[in-house]
């Protein structure tokens, strides 16, 4: 009777423990007014055909728990799937970055307006959509181009955490199966990190480490690897 008791009350505490990580996950889906978040959450969505990725989402709460999600490439014309792999990735924002969001979503009334440009046509860039959510509201905004500083701040960064995430995505792919393809795409990684193009270096960290410690890549890859790490203020990998 005591060992039926004490599993009871085993089950009883890991399915708390599930129940309160399914609360804690971030979600990725802008479009579900009824996502109520315990702890309050921002999200960025990005939807433009054509573009590789053409889809992609990037969450983060005010605890720095961050979510990215992409299709991995671009839309095939005939069956509307993504012609890439998807690429899914869970880190912790740094604090600034964090602090820095909530702080302009605070300023644009935390998405409960609209920011749409309307006063001429301007160039199809994708539509966004910035979502606020918590556990009392849900608030979203969508537009393609928006003269607003804020939204246009916030527009920048979202794209860069993708730009970097997806160089992380494609430098996994050459370590395992294209070798010579890393320093081509550390070098063009490295020269965008300088000109501020990327965000969230540290997302990328373990590759990157994997990266400079791997004997049977290109030094000069190996160099630009350590040159990332050192801008996401990161170790070098042991060697």
Same mark, same amino acid.
């Given at each position: 009777m005591l060992r039926s008791r004490s599993f009871c009350l085993l089950l009883v505490l890991v399915l708390l423990a599930a129940s309160a990580a399914a609360q804690d996950e971030l979600r990725l889906d802008p479009k579900d007014p009824s996502y109520h978040p315990p702890v309050a959450t921002v999200i960025f969505d990005l939807n433009f055909p054509g573009a590789s990725p =053409?889809?992609?989402?990037?969450?983060v709460n005010a605890d720095g728990k961050a979510a990215y999600q992409s299709n991995g490439g671009e839309d095939n014309a005939a069956t509307g799937q993504s012609t890439g792999d998807p690429n899914i990735v869970a880190f912790t924002m740094t604090?600034?970055?964090?602090?820095?969001?909530?702080a302009l979503t605070q300023k644009l009334n935390y998405f409960s307006g609209s920011y749409e440009y309307t006063r001429g046509r301007v160039a199809n860039t994708g539509s966004k959509t910035l979502?606020?959510?918590? =556990?009392?509201?849900?608030? =979203?905004?969508?537009y393609n181009y928006s003269q607003v500083p804020a939204i246009q701040e916030l527009t920048r960064f979202f794209q860069s955490v993708s730009a970097t995430l997806e160089y992380?995505?494609?430098l996994q792919y050459d370590l395992r199966f294209d070798?010579?393809?890393?320093?081509?795409?550390l070098?063009?990684?490295?020269?965008?990190?300088?000109?501020?193009?990327?965000?969230?270096?540290?997302?990328?960290?373990?590759?990157?480490?994997?990266?400079?410690?791997?004997s049977s890549v290109m030094r000069i890859a190996r160099v630009n690897a350590d040159r990332l790490l050192a801008m996401a203020g990161a170790p070098l990998a042991a060697r």
């Open positions: =053409s889809h992609y989402t990037v969450a604090e600034a970055a964090r602090a820095r969001i909530f979502v606020f959510a918590d =556990s009392s509201r849900h608030n =979203s905004t969508t992380g995505r494609r070798k010579l393809d890393l320093p081509k795409q070098d063009k990684m490295t020269a965008e990190a300088q000109d501020k193009q990327l965000a969230e270096l540290q997302a990328v960290v373990p590759v990157l480490q994997k990266i400079s410690a791997d």
